[in-house]
């Protein structure tokens, strides 16, 4: 059963401080799913076929772990600090270290099987232990900052604004940072660089971390996992399996992120060798950034119009067009290609606004179909999604690479370079296209179904 406690009222504060939150997930998240692979193959050398065994490996072991640290959030006891703010001080500074670990430049000379080993150690250790001891509490802690749906909007739309102040500061930032001209005029990934940048933003996300534990208020006493005296058995598996709206956003989720992330991955490789612009690389990822922040203010009012599902599947779709738009435009100009960019995070921005809402729905959506409330299982499972579409994109992406005949011998071959393009486009647009159908055709939390499930659980808590 669910208590509220008379506390601090919800405000500016939780908002700012979740947002802080996500900022410190996504200064080790997004500096991985922007530049890991990149580092891998032309630092360490490593193939992209190894990469994606890797990927294959973490995904495996994040079955486990994911699930594992989900069950224990439902069980745990609530403390005097809350059910899950204590948990961001039990593993931020260890996500942080390990992560800076995944970039030992220092080994880049060592034997291949060295190098290989150590790069799955660290990236199991920061991805599938650490990563998942704090971002499945933080994540299931909006159900218990607030049980209201509009202030859930908020914080969710707080926690893309957060990402997105992470995301400008690495995608705009670090590649002016991390990149040298050669004699020849290519633009070449300095690792001893990048080891430097991955400490300063490992320190960084410790103390934002921090930021997020003293800001937020956990009013909603989430009291360990109980069965209703009229539900049936509770059975995690049965629940996930029979929730539609859950699968829904799982099959979604890994869309997201196969898009979202091979279009973030791939920036690295078309800006720099495609086009042979750095400056628009950091111009791109700043308009991005910009227009994430002008979605930001009109998101609630949007949802509270025409709700979230509605309002997440029109951004899907202009994001879908305008990649697949500029793959058959083919712009040479890399500024007309910025701008196809551009509107293509518009869209994702919509989406993204709303993302972290959409899982509170459904959370609420199991209770009331399950008669048990599982906010960290589900987090987690939605969480394991998540990783499955980082997986596919950079095992998908690592493939195509070494498909075209990517290495660091040929990445200015004329060949090599068309097929960045195409995947850099073609990808994108496929992915976002399925995430709208899939909200259109499977996902049943439209606005009106959304309103009559809050509805009918402040009924029986009133009972």
Not at 163 to 171: F, M, N, Q
Not at 216 to 223: A, D, F
Not at 294 to 299: H, L, R, T
Request: proline share 3%; glycine share 8%; aromatic share 14%.
């Amino acid at each position: 059963m669910n208590k509220t406690t008379q506390m601090r009222p919800f405000g500016m504060r939780d908002k700012i401080g979740y947002a802080f939150g996500d900022i410190a997930n996504d200064f080790t998240f997004i500096l991985s799913s922007t530049f890991l692979m990149k580092f891998y193959t032309d630092v360490m050398g490593v193939s992209t076929s190894v990469i994606g065994v890797l990927m294959m490996v973490a995904r495996f072991v994040d079955a486990f772990t994911d699930v594992t640290m989900g069950r224990i959030v439902d069980t745990s006891k609530v403390g005097k600090n809350g059910k899950f703010r204590p948990w961001l001080l039990r593993g931020s500074g260890l996500v942080a270290f390990a992560s800076f670990l995944m970039y030992a430049s220092w080994f880049r000379d060592m034997g291949m099987t060295f190098k290989i080993v150590w790069i799955f150690v660290t990236y199991l250790l920061w991805g599938s232990v650490f990563y998942t001891m704090v971002n499945i509490p933080y994540g299931s802690m909006a159900s218990g900052i607030t049980e209201d749906p509009v202030q859930r909007t908020q914080l969710s739309t707080y926690r893309t604004v957060g990402a997105t102040i992470a995301s400008l500061v690495i995608s705009s930032g670090v590649p002016m940072i991390v990149y040298y001209e050669d004699a020849a005029g290519n633009q070449v990934f300095s690792g001893t660089r990048f080891t430097i940048v991955a400490l300063i933003f490992s320190i960084l996300a410790v103390l934002c971390y921090l930021v997020c534990y003293f800001s937020c208020t956990e009013r909603v006493k989430i009291e360990p996992q109980k069965r209703k005296a009229n539900a049936p058995k509770n059975n995690f598996v049965k629940n996930v399996v029979t929730n539609r709206a859950l699968l829904a956003l799982i099959v979604a989720a890994i869309f997201l992120l196969l898009s979202q992330l091979t279009l973030s991955s791939m920036a690295q490789f078309v800006f720099p060798n495609y086009y042979k612009n750095i400056p628009a690389q950091s111009t791109a990822s700043l308009l991005g950034s910009l227009v994430t922040f002008a979605v930001a203010p009109f998101s609630t009012p949007a949802v509270r119009k025409f709700g979230k599902k509605e309002f997440g599947t029109v951004g899907c779709i202009i994001a879908a067009g305008s990649m697949l738009v500029c793959f058959l435009v083919r712009p040479s100009n890399v500024w007309v290609f910025v701008g196809f960019w551009t509107l293509s995070y518009l869209g994702m921005a919509m989406f993204n606004m709303v993302l972290w809402a959409f899982l509170a729905d459904v959370i609420d959506y199991g209770e009331l179909k399950n008669g048990v409330r599982e906010d960290g299982t589900t987090y987690s499972v939605y969480s394991f999604a998540r990783k499955l579409g980082q997986a596919a994109s950079a095992g998908l992406s690592g493939g195509l690479l070494g498909l075209i005949g990517y290495t660091e011998a040929t990445a200015n071959d004329a060949g090599v370079i068309s097929g960045i393009f195409n995947v850099t486009c073609l990808v994108p647009a496929i992915g976002f296209a399925v995430v709208s159908l899939v909200l259109i055709f499977w996902y049943p939390l439209s606005k009106k179904v959304v309103d009559e499930n809050v509805k009918k659980l402040a009924e029986r808590k009133n009972k």
